[in-house]
């Protein structure tokens, strides 16, 4: 059957005795701080008055965010027994492990915190943060490729991929499509939408595109995605990633509604 072999790439670009760069923690920072440019852009042409100083305060708050929130979502959901029994380990981030539903909540969180402190309007300060998110994603599902982690389910098609830690099964490469749904695509998405005329003047209207097309990319690539091993299906043949997309589906389409309605 053919297949594509793995691509030899080290997940450490460079190590110098204790210290590792690995393609990983470069994807978090250069999808942090390319959002941090790109939300600059997006606020000059905010309708709401968000000034640079907010944008450049929220990047702590942002990043805090990311990191907690999304460490103790695959703590308490992915892993909870483990953590129990281990709870140092849960400050281990260097041997990975992050939930994307996690960050986001934490994202969300920090802003709330943010706006009220700099009182800046929390649907236009969102909305940003939408059309930002999907380069993180990209970045982040690439490097999930590199690490040859979170691989899909056993396929025949001709573009099925030998990944290192079962060579003898060609398989989806599942990161690689949601690297293009989520990241690319919706990245698109969202810039199209921004700039037609009046979207960007409905508050919350980006936020429910990303919540929306988050979800329902994330359940499609699911469809293609190797479960969990230790979770397996969770009902039927919904995976966790599906279900956790569930209400940030509900959400986004409650968010859609809102803003969509005449002012």
């Known amino acids: 059957m053919f297949a594509i072999a793995f691509p030899a790439i080290d997940a450490t670009l460079i190590e110098i005795g204790p210290l590792a760069i690995r393609w990983y923690a470069l ?92 009182g800046t309007p929390l649907l236009a300060l969102a909305d940003i943060l939408a059309c930002v998110a999907p380069i993180g994603l990209l970045l982040g599902r690439l490097a999930n490729f590199v690490n040859g982690e979170l691989y899909g389910r056993p396929t025949q098609v001709p573009w099925a991929v030998l990944f290192p830690s079962d060579p003898e099964t060609p398989r989806h490469p599942s990161q690689l499509y949601e690297a293009a749904l989520e990241g690319l695509v919706l990245l698109v998405v969202l810039r199209v939408a921004w700039l037609r005329p009046g979207w960007r003047e409905r508050p919350g209207l980006m936020t429910g595109i990303f919540l929306t097309g988050y979800a329902v990319f994330r359940s499609a690539a699911e469809v293609f995605r190797e479960p969990d091993s230790h979770l397996g299906f969770i009902a039927g043949a919904m995976t966790m990633g599906q279900l956790l997309s569930l209400p940030m589906a509900a959400a986004g389409i409650a968010l859609l509604v809102l803003a969509r309605r005449p002012a």
Request: glycine letters at 10%.
């Open 27 to 118: 994807a978090y920072i250069a999808g942090i701080l390319l959002a941090w440019r790109y939300a600059i852009v997006l606020a000059r042409s905010s309708p709401a008055t968000i000034p640079r100083a907010a944008v450049d305060d929220f990047l702590l708050w942002a990043t805090l965010g990311i990191i907690i929130g999304g460490r103790l979502g695959y703590v308490l959901v992915y892993h909870p027994a483990w953590f129990l029994n281990h709870p140092l380990e849960a400050f281990a981030l260097w041997q990975g492990g992050m939930s994307f539903h996690g960050g986001c909540l934490g994202v969300a969180v920090a802003a709330v915190f943010h706006a009220r402190r700099r």
